[in-house]
């Protein structure tokens, strides 16, 4: 972000004291508290949506979350001579959730369950219009990836020992991701907009968890969307149990954390199999690979591939100890 930026903040109304720079943003002292001003890069429209979003969270009084600030022209967005496109929203000082600290990640669950409910708007129309996510969808997609590479690998003649490596375990998870896509496709006729009724954070990961002095403020919205509940629980989980070898004692834990405010339906359960089952990462592994230059490739590559192997055993008992029903 260039130092330009920092006089589109004479477009609000406040008084700023002083700016530095931050991870790929602005963070500003003013007569406001703390702001942050970031380069927005997704559709104008969502912003609207996103702000809405954010005032019901703050005044349900329930969750504590980031709030976004409009110009003195009443807009929520503001460019730069290149177009380029910045939102300012509040901050606060902290430090993101300790993903080592078992306590901590139950309290983020817990919030995250609040955060849910308080995001539950099945009785009103203010979702009408608003996109849904359809992980089917987003699973085909990666299919057809991964069989794509799946093709350039075979028909490449000179292999690294990555891709002799990778080949050697390639049909095993693509039979996976194939067999879960076609279980998602035959209940997808169930789906209605009322399965939808509730707006995910869309990226709840422990570094948008901030803790701080007066408890945990949840920041980064930008990819909030219409889903099931389970796919912002299914994204927190996955990291932890990815990083505590898909330990099902504390996957008990946090569902039991979960269910304690928001009781997840039979149909949320079979949707968060579905999403554990599915080899997302070695999907993210295969994308990397071949997305980047195959001349060389990081030997963190190769960790990461050895990792997912060795845990395989582990997340298969995983499947079955927490979702005995949906198992095959």
């Known amino acids: 972000m260039n130092d330009r930026a920092v006089s589109l903040l004479d477009q609000y109304d406040i008084e700023v004291r002083r700016t530095w720079k931050g991870r790929g943003a602005i963070l500003c002292d003013s007569d406001r508290g703390l702001l942050i001003m970031k380069e927005y890069g997704g559709p104008a429209e969502k912003v609207g949506f996103q702000e809405y979003l954010l005032n019901h969270i703050k005044e349900s009084g329930v969750v504590r979350a980031e709030t976004i600030l409009r110009t003195k022209e009443n807009e929520l967005i503001v460019r730069d001579q290149d177009r380029s496109a910045y939102i300012v929203k509040t901050y606060c000082e902290g430090r993101e959730c300790d993903h080592r600290n078992v306590q901590e990640c139950c309290l983020a669950i817990n919030t995250l369950s609040h955060l849910h409910n308080v995001c539950d708007f099945s009785d009103s129309g203010v979702l009408e219009g608003q996109p849904i996510f359809h992980i089917e ?192």
Not at 145 to 165: A, G, M, P, W
Not at 231 to 238: E, G, H, K, Q
Not at 284 to 311: C, D, H, T
């Open 137 to 328: 969808n987003e699973y085909e997609k990666h299919n057809r990836e991964l069989k794509k590479v799946r093709k350039f690998l075979r028909e490449k003649s000179q292999k690294t020992d990555f891709e002799i490596y990778l080949m050697r375990h390639y049909d095993y998870f693509l039979d996976i991701a194939l067999q879960i896509t076609g279980e998602l496709g035959y209940y997808a006729y169930e789906e209605d907009s009322h399965a939808f009724s509730v707006v995910c954070h869309g990226d709840y990961q422990y570094h948008n968890i901030i803790q701080t002095e007066g408890g945990s403020v949840l920041v980064n919205f930008e990819k909030c969307i219409r889903d099931y509940p389970v796919r912002d629980l299914y994204l927190f989980m996955r990291k932890l149990l990815e990083k505590n070898n898909w330990s099902q004692t504390l996957g008990d834990m946090l569902f039991a954390e979960y269910n304690k405010i928001k009781l997840l339906s039979e149909r949320d359960c079979r949707q968060l199999y579905f999403r554990f089952a599915y080899p997302e990462k070695f999907w993210k592994i295969v994308n990397f690979y071949y997305n980047s230059g195959k001349a060389w490739i990081p030997g963190r590559n190769m960790e990461k591939l050895e990792k997912l192997f060795a845990q395989e055993r582990e997340k298969q008992l995983f499947l079955k100890s927490m979702f005995p029903s949906f198992v095959s």
